[in-house]
T-cell receptor, first 114, second 113 residues
Framework: GAVVSQHPSRVICKSGTSVKIECRSLDFQATTMFWYRQFPKQSLMLMATSNEGSKATYEQGVEKDKFLINHASLTLSTLTVTSAHPEDSSFYIC??????????FGQGTRLTVV | GENVEQHPSTLSVQEGDSAVIKCTYSDSASNYFPWYKQELGKGPQLIIDIRSNVGEKKDQRIAVTLNKTAKHFSLHITETQPEDSAVYFCAARLSGGSYIPTFGRGTSLIVHP
């Protein structure tokens, strides 16, 4: 199947700093990418949807100034958690979609803010 | 919007037994139903999917059934193995528009050797 690479898999940062997470579609072009947040033992919560070259669409309750999403190319989207706080600690997962073959998830990023 | 209910939340079986996870959806316009397996600390992986024009689909030890009238679909795993232990999510997607699936809450499957 199609491969979506997400990096880093784990990151620990100090409170107040920013963290960037990358999501790459390795063998297909992703017209749309999705960013999810997952709390322990819970389902995936959609944070935002991004289309290449346009601004991301954020779900209700998600702060767009805190979670910056850039989808600069058909194979790369980034999520930057700005001024991170301990409550931002979570598992973040991206998903990349090609209209012909479907959507596939990255491996996830475990963010811990200390 | 779409609402997906998934049961059970946890399922414990003995190796070799079958496991069944059930989901219901609310919007009859949904036409695509994927199932994902998520191992600890990893992203979900698509394991099987079914479209609304098909009633059943099978891939080796896993199968999915769909009842459009009742708006429910199920995942069946036969001859379970310890490596099947994971969290399984069902999802439903509305027809048309962008691909934004609605996920169930997940089922933690534990296969005891």
């Amino acid at each position: 199947g199609a491969v979506v690479s997400q990096h880093p898999s784990r990151v620990i940062c100090k409170s107040g700093t920013s963290v960037k997470i990358e999501c790459r579609s390795l063998d297909f072009q992703a017209t749309t990418m999705f960013w999810y947040r997952q709390f322990p033992k819970q389902s995936l919560m959609l944070m935002a949807t991004s289309n290449e070259g346009s601004k991301a669409t954020y779900e209700q309750g998600v702060e767009k100034d805190k979670f910056l999403i850039n989808h600069a190319s058909l194979t790369l989207s980034t999520l930057t958690v700005t001024s991170a706080h301990p409550e931002d600690s979570s598992f973040y997962i991206c998903s990349a979609r090609d209209e012909r073959i479907g959507a596939f998830f990255g491996q996830g990023t475990r963010l811990t803010v200390v | 919007g779409e609402n997906v209910e998934q049961h059970p939340s946890t399922l414990s079986v003995q190796e070799g037994d079958s496991a069944v996870i059930k989901c219901t959806y609310s919007d009859s316009a949904s036409n695509y139903f994927p199932w994902y397996k998520q191992e600890l600390g990893k992203g979900p992986q698509l394991i099987i999917d079914i479209r609304s024009n098909v009633g059943e689909k099978k891939d080796q030890r896993i199968a999915v059934t769909l009842n459009k009238t009742a708006k429910h679909f199920s995942l069946h795993i036969t001859e379970t193995q310890p490596e099947d232990s994971a969290v399984y999510f069902c999802a439903a997607r509305l027809s048309g528009g962008s691909y934004i699936p609605t996920f169930g809450r997940g089922t933690s499957l534990i296969v005891h050797p």
